[in-house]
């Protein structure tokens, strides 16, 4: 008579000792992430429909539910409110317009230069240029202010050639409108005086950085290359050598394979660094409260700065983490925006049939074989 083999119950024995072990080493990690991340957004979101006033718990029985008043203030009600974040809003908007693309070529050019074998003391201008990233923003800011002071190092230099420097950190004047002015361009017409989104004017919205805010970007700039330099120096290495190989063999030169091959190979690290820039670009926040946020006319305000203001400052709670949650949605569209315009791509059609070969192509192939 054939034995059958007992099986084992499910859940039972061994594996439910596992289970158990598991959840017990998760639940640490689960707690903290509930009572430090889930609790303190729900409450941040349960004040930003309230109209708490900073005083005693927001669960209080006396704080009254107000719905999507506080969004509406900043966003569709007309009022100083609204002006104020349509202001930063576009602060920061052209401060992302500047800075991501500014700071992720300056990056990708240092990692190709410090990545070439013939450079010496690569390790030396490695260090140097991650530096910044390693110092303290408190401390490069009060390093700024003193080479963009109004007799600061900078207008030393420019008055050593002649010319007046402005007073960096404090002039609001847009350095669009300031080209304008140049060919004798001062006043808006009559379309663009008129109000704008979020309470701005369209003029405003067409001023351009302005000049504090174009030091600002310069700060982050300096600041933060250093750190994506890091992230393209780590991409160019996993190319191997086959890869230079094959493309020397096609006959290429220094420019068609950086542009052909390199680059293409290195989309997720050029996704990754936009990414991470342009988070860090719309959370901009401690280089302008150590200047004051206020100063230069409000032109360095930026909504994170704002929704810090507006509620320990002048105590509107409900407003600044409406504030915050729209910074959050703003945030997220524009990641999903920049990796739908990043995706991988299928080729077209022609391009299959297409008899002669790439340096892209006979790089791949190149890697597969070593692959194998």
Do not use: C
């Not at 008579?1 to 859940?11: S, V």
């Not at 430090?36 to 941040?44: E, K, N, Q, T």
């Not at 390199?262 to 302008?288: A, C, E, H, K």
Request: zero cysteines.
């Amino acid at each position: 008579m054939a034995q059958t083999a007992a099986r084992p119950r499910r859940g039972g024995g061994i594996r439910r000792g596992e289970a158990r072990a598991g959840v017990l080493f998760v639940a640490p990690a689960v707690l903290l992430t509930v009572v430090f991340l889930v609790l303190p957004i729900a409450l941040a979101l349960w004040v930003s429909l309230s109209d708490w006033n900073g005083f005693q718990s927001p669960l209080n029985p006396r704080v009254n539910f107000v719905g999507l008043e506080n969004y509406a203030a900043v966003t569709t009600d007309e009022g100083l409110a609204q002006q104020n974040f349509g202001t930063a809003v576009r602060n920061n908007l052209y401060y992302v317009l500047f800075v991501v693309p500014l700071q992720t070529i300056i990056a990708l050019l240092l990692a190709v230069q410090v990545n070439r074998a013939m450079l010496r003391g690569r390790g030396f201008f490695r260090t140097a240029f991650y530096f910044p990233s390693v110092t303290s923003t408190v401390a490069i800011v009060i390093v700024f202010q003193f080479l963009f002071t109004a007799s600061g190092a900078i207008n030393a230099v420019i008055g050593f050639f002649g010319g007046e420097g402005p007073n960096w950190l404090n002039d609001s004047t847009g350095i669009f409108h300031g080209l304008l002015s140049t060919v004798g361009v001062t006043e808006p017409s009559a379309a663009l005086a008129a109000d704008g989104p979020l309470g701005v004017s369209w003029w405003q919205w067409l001023a351009g950085p302005s000049v504090a805010m174009s030091s600002l970007i310069m700060l982050s700039i300096f600041t933060t290359s250093g750190t994506f330099m890091l992230l393209f120096l780590a991409g160019l290495q996993n190319i191997g050598a086959e890869i230079d190989e094959a493309t020397r063999m096609d006959g290429a030169g220094p420019v068609r394979k950086f542009f052909s091959v390199t680059l293409p190979m290195l989309r997720p690290t050029l996704f990754t660094v936009l990414t991470l820039g342009l988070i860090g670009s719309w959370q901009v926040f401690d280089q302008i409260y150590v200047l004051g946020g206020g100063t230069a006319g409000g032109t360095i305000n930026t909504p994170a700065f704002l929704s810090y203001r507006t509620s320990f400052v002048d105590l509107a709670w409900g407003q600044g983490a409406a504030i915050a949650f729209i910074l959050f949605v703003f945030i997220i569209l524009l990641t999903l925006l920049q990796r739908w315009i990043l995706r991988e791509r299928t080729p077209r059609a022609f391009r299959r049939r297409d008899p002669q070969p790439t340096a892209a192509a006979d790089a791949q192939r190149a890697t597969e074989g070593g692959v194998r």
